[in-house]
């Protein structure tokens, strides 16, 4: 006759099913900070002087406006750009924006043309802009100082 013989630690341990979250928490904090830290480093623009003019601010809503940067050497920048403190290429630069307009309709697109730049360079930004099919243009100033 064989003899039942009780199993060893299963009676007496019940099996825990808990999760440790602590290390998660612990690395989710350092990717926040680390987010933190790089986000206002991510936003680069080029340096220009604009004009001062009275103006109305314009409300873009919720969507986010794309800005096309000439400096006083009438070198053209934009912030879809690769690098935006590169200079871009006007022909990449129109593709690009119509890529934008065809892909996100409603989109503002701003010029921000240096105060010393010449204005028949800013015309021919606003022509390469038409060609690329774009109609919600609009121009940056800083308003004028109070007295």
Do not use: H, W
């Amino acid at each position: 006759m064989a003899s039942v013989m009780p199993r060893a630690g299963r009676r007496g341990k019940r099996l825990m099913a808990e999760m440790n979250v602590v290390p998660y928490i612990d690395v989710t904090l350092v990717l926040l900070i680390i987010f933190m830290i790089t986000a206002p480093l991510v936003t680069q623009s080029v340096n220009v002087e604009l004009p001062q003019a009275a103006s109305q601010v314009v409300d873009t809503g919720d969507k986010e406006p794309v800005f096309v940067t000439i400096d006083a050497k009438g070198q053209v920048f934009c912030d879809l750009n690769s690098d935006p403190k590169e200079p871009i290429e006007e022909t990449v630069l129109i593709t690009k924006l119509a890529s934008v307009n065809k892909y996100k309709p409603g989109t503002q697109f701003l010029v921000r043309g240096d105060a010393g730049v010449n204005y028949g360079r800013v015309v021919e930004v606003f022509a390469m802009m038409q060609a690329a099919g774009l109609s919600n243009v609009g121009l940056m100033t800083d308003p004028p100082a109070k007295k």
